[in-house]
């Protein structure tokens, strides 16, 4: 999958950079480092600090882990107004229930609206503090606002966590735009069985437990329905057809041989 092809709009790791994440009066240092590396995870390296209560600290690089170039590169800034003040769209992580509702975007509507934009200018999205989050006022500032619909019953999300999951709805989208199409890894390393075979693979495994005594043709019953519905959720694949078929011949050889035997000790006197 081709992280680099993305017509005029310039390459992904180009949209990616355009979108920063902004947080704002960040308390504990350790949450920055976590944010950085949930950045990095996805790609994004654009980190605003808006008067960040502690910082720079050990803390925040011990939780950067190995994303310590996403903290160096950091820029730190007294207000908010700095921070977002030349970006095109501007989006603002909030709990649900505003007295004067504002347009509202889901992590996923953000993420395709986030590498849409970025095609042309740069995108903020800002957190808050730790215990409150965003003033009214910084809301305001917002073009949009973003919420991560999280269990209702204990809804406070760690400030690395929320970072994590919008950065990778953006990645996400970017991925999206980059292929045409969202992501899916189908990628398998033999094709799949041919229906003839699982056709020869049906009358095998029947002729087997037939042999078996455990399948009797004359009071089939569902049994040959219900396997045939079991192999179809699974799909085999041309190496684990061979397999299958291997085991029932080696079944089929040991009732053979065990019959055999059973048969010469019956004649013997």
Known sequence: MSEHRISASGSAEELLKKVRVVLVNTTHPGNIGGAARAMKNMGLSSLYLVAPKEYPADRAVWRAAGAVDVLDS???????EEAIGDCGLVVGTSARGRRIPWPLFTPREFGEKAIHEAKTHDVAVVFGREDRGLTNDELHKCHYHVHIPSNPDYSALN?????????YEV??????????????????DVPPAR??????????LEETMTDLGFFTPENPRQTMTRMRRLYSRIRL????????????????????HTNKKLEKQQKEP
């Open 74 to 80: 950091a820029i730190v800034v007294d207000t908010l």
């Open 159 to 167: 400030l690395a966590t929320a970072v994590q999951v919008l950065c």
């Open 171 to 188: 990645r996400m989208a970017m991925l999206t735009l980059a292929e045409g199409k969202e992501p899916h890894f189908d990628d398998w």
């Open 195 to 204: 229906h003839k075979d699982v056709e020869m693979y049906f009358e095998h």
């Open 237 to 256: 694949d041309q190496m684990e057809l061979n397999i299958m078929r291997g085991m029932l011949t080696a079944i089929q050889n040991f009732v053979y």
